[in-house]
T-cell receptor, first 111, second 114 residues
Framework: KQEVTQIPAALSVPEGENLVLNCSFT??????LQWFRQDPGKGLTSLLL?????REQTSGRLNASLDKSSGRSTLYIAASQPGDSATYLC??????????FGTGTRLTIIP | KAGVTQTPRYLIKTRGQQVTLSCSPI?????VSWYQQTPGQGLQFLFE???????NKGNFPGRFSGRQFSNSRSEMNVSTLELGDSALYLC?????????????FGPGTRLTVT
């Protein structure tokens, strides 16, 4: 059974700091990993998709990496801003093609 | 290009009733997946449709069903509602539902069962 884990469940960081969110998965036969953000009561906004053949993807202040051998992905956010406060979810797509989600990290950026 | 749309956005139903939720994918996207999000269970996969066929199904009872139309729009139906069905229901679309394609989510339908 594929499992995706995100630790910690919550994180508070002063504005301007760089930070890393973690995601781990149990099945190394991962096809891709996608990072999302979710604002309270809202849907999911796709941030980055990393295919299994890639090691990392970048978009603006965001950088996501994928290490299949260790079963880990990280989302790096540079120069954090209060608008980055949200819940961040990672999701892996494995052999059965559905997304398996982690439980999320609730990020608070302190002004 | 318009994003994924879901209707209605909010819904209040009584136990025992049934409900139908609608999802319109991004233009050109042929795969639609449905997920249930609850505080206790997180995001769980319900089913995926591609070209009007259910390709994948999660571990939900038969009260949960869906369908997809020729224009790729999808509906999900929940019959005999239970209190535990209260959740945010999200649909996602992708080009072909394959392993390489990014999934885009709609804003969700908030269902409350009383």
């Amino acid at each position: 059974k594929q499992e995706v884990t995100q630790i910690p469940a919550a994180l508070s960081v002063p504005e301007g700091e760089n930070l890393v969110l973690n995601c781990s998965f149990t099945d190394s036969a991962i096809y891709n990993l996608q990072w999302f953000r979710q604002d309270p009561g809202k849907g999911l906004t796709s941030l980055l998709l990393i295919q299994s053949s890639q090691r990392e993807q970048t978009s603006g202040r965001l950088n996501a990496s994928l290490d299949k051998s260790s079963g880990r992905s990280t989302l790096y956010i540079a120069a954090s801003q209060p608008g980055d406060s949200a819940t961040y979810l990672c999701a892996g797509q494995f052999g059965n093609e559905k997304l398996t989600f982690g439980t999320g990290t609730r990020l608070t950026i302190i002004p | 290009k318009a994003g994924v749309t879901q209707t209605p956005r909010y819904l209040i139903k009584t136990r025992g009733q049934q409900v139908t939720l609608s999802c319109s994918p991004i233009s050109g996207h042929r795969s639609v997946s449905w997920y249930q999000q609850t505080p206790g269970q997180g995001l769980q996969f319900l089913f995926e449709y591609f070209s009007e066929t259910q390709r994948n199904k999660g571990n939900f009872p038969g009260r949960f069903s869906g369908r997809q139309f020729s224009n790729s729009r999808s509906e999900m139906n929940v019959s005999t509602l239970e209190l535990g069905d209260s959740a945010l229901y999200l649909c996602a679309s992708s080009l072909v539902g394959g392993r390489k394609f990014e999934q885009y989510f709609g804003p969700g339908t908030r269902l409350t069962v009383t």
